[in-house]
């Protein structure tokens, strides 16, 4: 079993950034790769970033490509999610999840443990 917490989320500018952690309990991480998601209401469960259990390898869709990096500190057991240049259409809750697995995937039902999310509003 493995406890995902995340914290970092908040009310930002457009054009500001925001650092998101996702710190794990149970298991190491070093195992699993991690991706994070985000959900606007009525809208479907979007991957915005992913990242191998080795870091090596990391993805990023195009909305997001430029402005979000994703890190993994296996030492702290714990995932990052940097933001810049938010727009207004970042705005959901953000979630971190991981997945018993070296590779990451885009689909959401891959992963299998999943953290509470945590609120990113990007307003004037």
């Known amino acids: 079993q493995v406890l995902l917490v995340e914290s970092g989320g908040g009310l930002v500018q457009p054009g500001g950034s925001l650092r998101l952690s996702c710190a794990a309990s149970g298991r190491t991480l070093s195992s699993f790769a991690m991706g994070w998601f985000r959900q606007d209401p009525g809208k479907e469960r979007e991957l915005v970033a992913a990242?191998?259990?080795?870091?090596?390898?990391?993805y990023y869709p195009d909305s997001v490509k430029g402005r979000f990096t994703v890190s993994k500190d296996n030492a702290k057991n714990t995932v990052y999610l940097q933001m810049n240049s938010l727009k207004l259409e970042d705005t959901a809750v953000y979630y971190c999840?991981?997945?018993?697995?070296?590779?990451?995937?885009?689909?959401?039902?891959?992963?299998?443990?999943w953290g509470q999310g945590t609120q990113v509003t990007v307003s004037s």
């Open positions: 999840a991981a997945r018993p697995s070296p590779i990451p995937t885009m689909t959401f039902t891959d992963y299998v443990y």
């Open positions: 990242i191998s259990a080795s870091r090596s390898n990391t």
